[in-house]
């Protein structure tokens, strides 16, 4: 058996950086992967662009961690996107961002992302272990002491640190095996969900409108006939369900059986809308239906689908328009209502919802408020961003604040 200083479970953003900030002046950190290479998930990230970050105040990321933002406080006041982005650009990686304020390395490449990482591995004296699944984790009371048993071998250490990621993207290791630990060494752990993932509908109706999307339009969650919360962004429409990120940011909120209300129109609620479109009916009665749904900007391929739903014919003129129609009209475009059958699962899911409970983790160290020396970082525990860079952000912020909050344990002994 092996005696370390430090055991890290994962060689994602969080556990990599968590070795490189708790490593240097003589310290033995073992990193334990159980793929054959690091940071499988971040290399597909942003499509193997790496969208690292999000330009803002990092005050304002708390808003895009769903309900349990404040938790991450601590992680990120401790270490920014500023931060992040000037760890890269002291190493030579350079970085850009889009319009919507997404960054990306220079090279948009996730490769160059991780080379860095692990050279800083390398430079500190870090022993990454590939292909190493861990089999059982057990915590020795008398001695303080953590015991991490692979098929290659076993391995002890004083300080832990779980940085498994969640169960979404499976095939890159991200298997929930950090749940089982976590749960093993008393952990209460909250159910896991996939999240930002698309939704199936019910009877969907725009399998032929593939490629459409809407930009900042509001979409409305019903439950038990209940609104439950409303939420405002860009939505897609695929042949098998709805996606973008205003849905895949919301799709932590919804079950299946739930309802979506979505506002096609965007700019105005229903009956404002429906004051405008009866007065440009009644003035354009000449014209027909689909031309004047043209004046707001909707694609011709939803124009006609709507149309169908509503049955009403291609070429009836406004004037012909009876009360019935034009109703299901200006609901369809202010309010479709949509049933949710199901969400997309693990596989496509970029996300978890859920995971090691919050209550039991110190925010302001990462620790254990139950073992000693015990760390988490990272999509382990029940943290899940917003689509942009947010989850990236707060894995390399908490590896970033659990290393060092090891060092400082460390110092005091």
Known sequence: MKNYDVIIIGAGPAGLFAAINSGGENRSILVLERNFSAGRKLLISGAGQCNLTHEGRIKDFLNYYGDNGRFLKHSLYNFTNDDLLSFFRKRGLDFISNEK????PSTLKAVDVLSILLKECEKKKVDIKYNQRVEDVNYNEENLSFFVKTKEGEYKSKYLVIATGGKSYGNTGSTGDGYIFAKGLGHSIEK???SLTPLYIKDYPFSELSGISFENIPVAL?????????????????????SGPGILNFSRYILPGDILKINFIGTENEEGFRTRFIENIQSNGKL???TVLKEYLLPKRFIDTLLKLACIPENLKCAELDKKRRNSLIQMLTNFTMEVEKLGDFHIAMATKGGVSLKEVNPKTLESRIIPGLYFAGE???IDGDTGGYNIQAAFSMGRLAGQSIVRRMKEE
Request: charge should be positive.
């Open 101 to 104: 304020g997404k960054i990306f």
């Open 192 to 194: 896991p969900m996939p």
């Open 222 to 242: 019903w439950r038990n006939n209940k609104k439950i919360k409303n939420y405002k962004g860009d939505i897609l429409l695929t042949h098998r369900n709805i």
């Open 288 to 290: 027909l239906v689909k």
């Open 380 to 382: 382990v525990l029940d």
